[in-house]
C-alpha cells in the first residue's frame, strides 16, 4: 500500500513540475522593439483572445491544438506568446521535446502589460 502512495506521489510531482516550474533558459521579450525575422511570433493563446488584441506577424495556433500543428514552425526559432505564465511554460515544454528552439516568451494580459510600484498599489488601495 505505501508503495502504491509513494509512486502516485512521484506521478503527481512530476506533473505539477512540468505544468508551475518555469523553463529555464526562456527569457522574457519586449514585442513591441521586435525585429528578428528569423523568429515566428508563436501566440498560444485562445482565438478569441487573439482577435480581441491581435499581435502583427504572429502565427495564432492554441495550446490545445499545438500538438497537431507545431510541424508548422519549419525548425525555425519561436518566441511564445501567452496570456499567462502557465500557457507559456506548457507549450514551451512541449516545443522543446519536439526539437524546437523556443528563444523567449511574452506575455499579453492586462494585468501584465503595467508593471505597478508598491507605492503606486498603496496609493490605489487608500494605503499611506
Avoid: W
Wanted: hydrophobic content about 40%.
Amino acid at each position: 500500500m505505501t508503495i502504491f502512495i509513494i509512486v502516485l506521489l512521484l506521478i503527481g510531482s512530476n506533473s505539477l513540475y512540468r505544468r508551475f516550474v518555469p523553463v529555464l533558459g526562456l527569457a522574457h521579450m519586449d514585442i513591441d522593439n521586435f525585429s528578428d525575422e528569423k523568429t515566428i511570433l508563436l501566440d498560444v493563446r485562445g482565438y478569441l483572445q487573439a482577435h480581441k488584441k491581435p499581435i502583427n506577424g504572429s502565427y495564432n495556433i492554441p495550446l490545445p491544438y499545438i500538438k497537431r500543428n507545431f510541424c508548422k514552425l519549419e525548425g525555425k526559432p519561436v518566441c511564445i506568446i501567452g496570456s499567462d505564465m502557465l500557457d507559456v511554460t506548457i507549450s514551451a515544454r512541449f516545443l522543446k521535446s519536439k526539437g524546437v528552439k523556443v528563444a523567449g516568451y511574452y506575455i499579453e494580459d492586462n494585468k501584465y502589460s503595467k508593471q505597478v510600484t508598491c507605492r503606486d498599489r498603496r496609493e490605489i488601495h487608500g494605503i499611506h
